[in-house]
C-alpha cells in the first residue's frame, strides 16, 4: 500500500522536473513481477492525467505527461500502451481547438509511433482514435484537420495495409449532390424576367453609384432552370460511373455534357477579367487556401460559379477521371461493363476538348494541364497494382549463393543415406537405388505432372461445347450439363480453371443446367477451335510401327527389371 501511494507521488515530481530517472529508481524499489510494477506506474500516469483534466490544465501538461510515458515506454518500466491510452483520454475529454494542438504533437512523433517498440502494440489505439476525432468534425467546416487526420494514417500505416485500400474498387454512393429539382421553385427564370423588365422601364445604374472602381462583371451566357438542372445532374454520374454502361443514362450524360461544355467553350476565362481590386483580394495570405469541400449549388450562385476558374477545373478535371475509369480495366468491372466503339470515340474526342479548356483556364492554363495529365498517367500504375492484388513492394533478398565444397576422394559413410553432396541414398541394389532416387523428396513426388488427375477446361467442356452447337441439333434432353453428376464435376472445375466462376452477373438462373449452358457459350467464344490433323496413309503406318516398338521395349524392359515402387 505504501509504495502504491508513493508511485503518484513520485510520478508527480517526475512530471515538474520533467526527467524520468526518479520514476527509474522507484520502479527498481517495487516489489512484485515486471507486469506488476509497470501496471502500477500505467494506473499513477493515468491517475495524473484525470486530475490535470479535472484541473482544466493547459496542453503543455497534458504533453508533459504523454511525453514522459514515452520515455517511460523505451526505460522499461511503463506498458507500450500507456503514452496511446493516455492520448485517447486527452482527446475524448477535450474541445476541438485543443484537439488540434494535441495532435500536432501526435503527427510530429509519427517517427515514433512506427518504431518496434510502439507500432504493434499502439497501430489499433491509433486507427481508433482517428476514426473517432474523424466522426466528431465536421467535412464541411474543418476540412484541414480532416485532411491532417487522412495524411497521418497514411504515413503511419504501410502502403499495402488491406484496411486502407478499397480492393474491389467501390464507390462513395452516399456523396449525394442535393440541388433545386423543382422548376416551379426556381427564380432564375424570375430574375431573367426583373432585369429586361428594367430594361424596358429604362432604370439605369450611373457609372460610380455603386462604389466600385469598374462596373460588376457579369456571365455573358443566359443562365436559365434547364442549364442549372443538366450541370448539377452531372454530379450523380461522377459519384456513380456505372450509370454511363446503361444506354438510357449514357444518353442522359452525353447531352448533359455537350451541353455544359459548349457554354465552358463560349464562355472563356481572361485573365485581366477581374479587378485589381479583386486580385488583391483573391492573394493567398499566410496559410489562406482554397477548398471546395462540397459544393454550393445555390441558383444565385450560377454565374459565379461560372466565372470561378477553380470551380471551372475542379468540373474538368472530374470529366477526366470518370473517363479514365471508363476507359480502363479495373479488374473487378462486372462483365456488362464494356464501351461501344461510339462511345470510345465520344470519350477520346471529349477528353482532347477537356484539356484544351484547361490550357485555357487562367491562370496558368497550360501548366496545369501538364500536372493533371501527367498524374494521371500515373494513376494507371496504381491501377494496375491493385489489379494485380496490391502485392507488396518490400522485395525479398535473394538466396546468396554457397561456395561449392570441394569433392572427396573416399565417399564417406553420410553419402549412404542422401546427406552427401550427390544427395543420393544408396539402397544396396541397382535397381533400387535408381527407383528410390527417382524422387528423393516425397512432397515433390507427389506434385509431379504426372499425378495432375485434373482435366483442362478443353478436355472436361468438349463434348458440351460441340452439343451446344445449334447445327449439331442436340435435343436439350440428352445434353451432357443435364446430368447431376457431370453438373458438380464442372463446378469444381470452374471453381479452380475458370475466372468466370467468381465474376458477379445480373442474370439470374433458375437451374444448374441453365447456369452450366451461359459457361459453356462463353468457354467456347475464349477457347481455341480444336485443331483435327488429317493423316495420310503414311503417317498412320509410321504410327503403328512405332507403337510395335514401344510394346516391344517395354515388355522387354518388365521382364529385366523389379516392378516399380510408388513414393507415397
Known amino acids: 500500500a505504501d509504495q502504491l501511494r508513493a508511485s503518484p507521488i513520485c510520478t508527480k515530481e517526475a512530471v515538474k522536473s520533467k526527467n524520468i530517472k526518479p520514476l527509474t529508481l522507484v520502479f527498481s524499489q517495487l516489489s512484485g513481477g515486471e507486469t506488476e510494477k509497470k501496471s502500477t506506474l500505467d494506473q499513477a500516469f493515468r491517475g495524473i492525467l484525470e486530475e490535470k483534466i479535472l484541473e482544466q490544465g493547459e496542453c503543455e501538461d497534458f504533453l508533459s505527461i504523454i511525453s514522459l510515458s514515452i520515455n517511460g515506454v523505451t526505460e522499461g518500466i511503463c506498458s507500450a500502451t500507456t503514452p496511446f491510452i493516455l492520448l485517447g483520454d486527452v482527446l475524448d475529454c477535450l474541445p476541438l481547438d485543443q484537439c488540434d494542438r494535441i495532435f500536432t504533437f501526435v503527427e510530429k512523433n509519427v517517427g515514433t509511433w512506427k518504431s518496434a517498440t510502439f507500432y504493434s502494440a499502439g497501430k489499433n489505439y491509433l486507427l481508433r482514435m482517428c476514426n473517432d476525432l474523424l466522426r466528431r468534425l465536421s467535412k464541411s467546416q474543418n476540412t484541414v484537420f480532416c485532411g491532417r487526420i487522412q495524411l497521418f494514417l497514411a504515413r503511419l500505416f504501410p502502403l499495402s495495409e488491406k484496411s486502407g485500400l478499397n480492393l474491389q474498387s467501390q464507390f462513395n454512393l452516399e456523396n449525394i449532390t442535393v440541388f433545386n429539382t423543382n422548376e416551379q421553385d426556381s427564380t432564375l427564370g424570375l430574375k431573367n424576367l426583373q432585369h429586361t423588365e428594367d430594361k424596358e422601364d429604362g432604370m439605369e445604374v450611373e457609372e460610380g453609384e455603386t462604389g466600385d472602381e469598374e462596373p ?84 444565385k450562385l450560377m454565374d459565379l460559379q461560372l466565372n470561378d476558374s477553380n470551380f471551372r477545373r475542379h468540373i474538368l478535371l472530374q470529366y477526366l477521371i470518370l473517363f479514365q475509369y471508363l476507359k480502363g480495366q479495373v479488374k473487378f468491372k462486372s462483365s456488362y461493363c464494356v464501351l461501344t466503339d461510339e462511345q470510345s470515340l465520344w470519350i477520346e474526342d471529349t477528353t482532347k476538348a477537356v484539356y484544351q479548356l484547361l490550357k485555357e483556364t487562367p491562370p496558368d492554363g497550360e501548366k496545369f494541364s501538364r500536372m493533371v495529365e501527367h498524374i494521371l498517367h500515373s494513376e494507371e500504375n496504381w491501377i494496375a497494382w491493385k489489379n494485380e492484388g496490391c502485392p507488396s513492394f518490400v522485395k525479398e533478398r535473394p538466396p ?94 470452374l471453381a479452380r480453371r475458370s475466372p468466370h466462376f467468381f465474376q458477379p452477373t445480373n442474370q439470374q438462373f433458375k437451374s444448374l443446367p441453365e447456369y452450366l449452358d451461359n459457361m459453356v457459350i462463353k468457354l467456347a467464344k475464349e477457347l481455341p477451335p480444336p485443331s483435327e490433323e488429317i493423316k495420310t496413309a503414311d503417317d498412320e503406318d509410321e504410327e503403328e510401327d512405332n507403337d510395335d516398338a514401344l510394346l516391344k521395349e517395354s515388355n522387354e524392359t518388365n521382364n529385366s527389371r523389379l516392378p516399380d515402387i510408388i513414393v507415397w
Not at 507427389?446 to 483442362?456: A, Q, V
Not at 447445327?471 to 464435376?489: A, C, F, H, P, T
Request: with cysteine; glycine share 2%; charged share 35%.
Open 216 to 299: 460588376p462583371t457579369t456571365c455573358s451566357v443566359p443562365i436559365d432552370y434547364n442549364l442549372y438542372r443538366k450541370f448539377w445532374t452531372l454530379q450523380d454520374f461522377f459519384r456513380n460511373p456505372l450509370q454511363c454502361y446503361e444506354k438510357i443514362f449514357w444518353k442522359t450524360f452525353l447531352k448533359h455534357s455537350d451541353d455544359v461544355l459548349d457554354v465552358f467553350r463560349s464562355y472563356k476565362l481572361d485573365d485581366m477579367q477581374a479587378s485589381k481590386k479583386k486580385q488583391e483580394e483573391l492573394k493567398p495570405q499566410g496559410e489562406a487556401h482554397v477548398y471546395f469541400a462540397k459544393f454550393l449549388t445555390s441558383e
Open 400 to 493: 546468396e549463393s554457397k561456395i561449392p565444397k570441394p569433392a572427396r576422394k573416399r565417399p564417406a559413410p553420410e553419402d549412404f543415406f542422401g546427406r552427401g553432396p550427390n544427395k543420393k541414398v544408396l539402397m544396396g541394389n541397382e535397381e533400387l537405388t535408381r527407383l528410390w532416387n527417382l524422387c528423393p523428396d516425397n512432397m515433390e513426388a507427389c506434385k509431379s505432372e504426372s499425378r495432375e488427375f485434373m482435366p483442362s477446361l478443353e478436355e472436361f467442356f468438349e463434348e458440351a461445347i460441340e452439343q451446344a452447337e445449334p447445327e449439331n441439333m442436340v435435343e436439350e434432353e440428352y445434353k451432357v450439363v443435364n446430368n447431376s453428376n457431370y453438373g458438380w464435376r464442372a463446378l469444381r472445375l
